[in-house]
């Protein structure tokens, strides 16, 4: 649970265990990375991409941009260590994934506690099984270090024998669901991965009907995705140009004692005032990120 606004437009995956793309990573124009333990990982080399993780988020020249470890389940073989060693390696957060139950988080956060993890290392944790949706409001208020919600799309769809679709009515349910207990509990929560490489112009009406949504960013699973998402999540110009305007307009009307003001014709009231003053932090926000 989170009053920090922290950029997360774009949030990429990379695998553990290629060490050149962890290096690649400290110069992408990311908002954060997450470093993938689980899925992107062969059984054979998950020792190995444990070793390289912990290795790198030590080492750090990653900049501002935000680090994640995702570790393989707690009930597989590798969990255990893989939890030492993201503890160990103190990233800005540890990702769970399939996570179901509060029980799940509040155990991870046990281990965390006992393998030293360090304060600022948060949860986050993947929503990717239909039980997950049921569960998503004790989920998402099961621990003060839980932060984001990571929608995995492409497990969901599966679960649910339901199909990629461009408008994604099948999982329309269960983005939402989430999306209600992210906000209910005033954590981030991200979008799923967009896998066709090759269609541009998908990818950004993802995003944009993402960001429609309500999602903070969207998860990436190559380079070449960043500066879209970057773009459809972050306010543009004319946004924020608005929101400066509306934050003058409506102080000069309570000044007055006036409670409403009119900008452009547009009813403005308080609501409006408290979504200009997140679009203009988010902004100033990019701009520290980017330095």
């Known amino acids: 649970m989170t009053d920090q606004i922290r950029p997360r437009r774009s949030v990429l995956y990379m695998p553990g265990s290629n060490p050149r793309a962890l290096e690649k990573a400290k110069g992408l124009a990311a908002d954060g990375l997450i470093l ?4 992107a990982v062969a059984v054979a080399a998950k020792a190995e ?3 390289l993780v912990a290795e790198a988020v030590k080492a750090g020249g990653y900049g501002e941009r935000e680090l994640i470890i995702r570790i393989n389940s707690l009930d597989s073989i590798w969990g255990e260590d893989d939890m030492k060693a993201a503890c160990a390696a103190g ?3 540890i990702l769970l994934p399939k996570v179901e139950t509060a029980a799940m988080v509040q155990q991870a956060e046990a281990m965390m ?3 030293g993890a360090p304060e600022k290392t948060k949860i986050w944790c993947m929503m990717e099984t ?3 949706m049921l569960r998503a409001a004790e989920i998402a208020a099961s621990s003060e270090r839980m932060t984001c919600f990571v929608m995995g799309t492409s497990d969901l769809v599966k679960d649910l024998h ?4 461009t408008m994604r009515l099948p999982v329309v349910t ?10 209910a509990e005033n954590i981030d929560i991200l979008d799923g991965v967009y896998l066709d490489l090759g269609d541009d112009d998908g990818f950004r009406a993802s995003c944009l009907q993402g960001l429609e949504f309500g999602f903070d960013g969207k998860t990436l699973i190559h380079p070449k995705q960043l500066a879209g998402a970057n773009e459809v999540f972050g306010p543009s110009a004319a946004e924020l140009e608005f929101s400066h305007r ?3 307009a409506f102080a000069e009307a309570e000044a007055k004692g006036q409670g409403v003001v009119l900008v452009d014709g547009k009813l403005i009231e308080n609501l409006h005032v408290e979504n200009a003053h997140r679009l203009v932090a988010l902004s100033a926000a990019i701009t520290t990120l980017e330095a």
Do not use: N, Q, V, Y
């Not at 993938?36 to 899925?39: A, K, M, P, R, Y």
């Not at 339901?162 to 679709?165: G, K």
């Not at 269960?174 to 906000?183: D, P």
């Open 91 to 93: 990233p800005d957060a």
């Open 49 to 51: 991409a444990r070793t």
């Open 130 to 132: 239909p039980r997950a």
């Open 246 to 248: 509306i934050i003058k």
């Open 36 to 39: 993938d333990l689980e899925d």
């Open 174 to 183: 269960s983005l939402g669901l989430c999306l209600l207990a992210a906000r």
């Open 162 to 165: 339901a199909h990629h679709t």
């Open 113 to 115: 506690e006992k393998f």
